[in-house]
């Protein structure tokens, strides 16, 4: 393996890293959330750091050889570097006499430059569940009807897991305030915007649990 290919390990970890905080925040939507332009340029930021790392490991000279560990540790190193913190100072906490520890260290800059994209990429993305939420909502009939059919499907999760008993309770919830609302009598709103806001409800519901994907898959039809 050629130099650039050890650059390449060491900037996969770093990568490897940084998608753990995209999976952390999106879960199920993690692959989507990676490969829009805010999620590529993160993890590209995040391997480029490690891979420059790369270069600075032989001022440490046990980590010269062999060139793999070298760049194994490049990529750890640079890492764990990032994620540390430091003891700064103690003192009281304002307004208050209770003494506390102030820790501070490259953490703190890393959390706030990861939260930026996550944020960025979570806000883009919110935007699109929107339309898709509307979309959906507007290609089905009625809410009884989404409901007939999330219950069908969600009879491929067995009782012991927890997504489907989640989302069964949920249903179920939803079930029981939409036949409340439909009830009401004392200047209620139209029943058609009643039961289209509680398809757009269905459809949060099932993406909060299942992810874009499993709204697509449940009711995107």
């Not at 953490?107 to 930026?116: G, P």
């Not at 609302?181 to 649990?209: N, T």
């Amino acid at each position: 393996m050629g130099a650039a290919g050890y650059v390449c390990v060491s900037a996969l970890v770093g990568i490897l890293a940084g998608f753990q905080g995209i999976y952390e925040r999106f879960g199920s939507d993690s692959w989507k959330a990676t490969v829009t332009r805010w999620g590529l340029l993160y993890l590209a930021t995040r391997g480029a750091l490690a891979a420059a790392a790369f270069f600075a490991v032989p001022l440490i000279p046990v980590l010269t050889q062999p060139p793999i560990l070298r760049a194994l540790a490049a990529g750890a190193g640079s890492e764990g570097i990032l994620r540390s913190r430091f003891y700064f100072k103690r003192g009281k906490k304002k307004g208050t006499d209770v003494l506390q520890e102030v820790i501070r260290g490259p953490f703190d800059l890393l959390r706030f430059y990861q939260d930026f994209f996550l944020t960025t990429i979570e806000d883009n993305e919110r935007w699109a569940t929107i339309a898709l939420v509307e979309g959906i909502a507007e290609r089905w009939k009625s809410f009884a009807e989404m409901c007939t059919v999330v219950e069908r499907k969600l009879l491929a999760w067995s009782e012991s897991k927890d997504v489907g008993v989640a989302l069964r309770k949920a249903v179920a919830d939803l079930r029981a305030r939409f036949d409340r609302d439909a009830r009401r009598k004392d200047g209620a709103a139209d029943p058609s915007v009643i039961d289209r806001e509680y398809r757009c409800l269905l459809c949060y519901k099932i993406e909060e649990h299942l992810g874009e994907k499993g709204l697509r898959q449940f009711l995107d039809e």
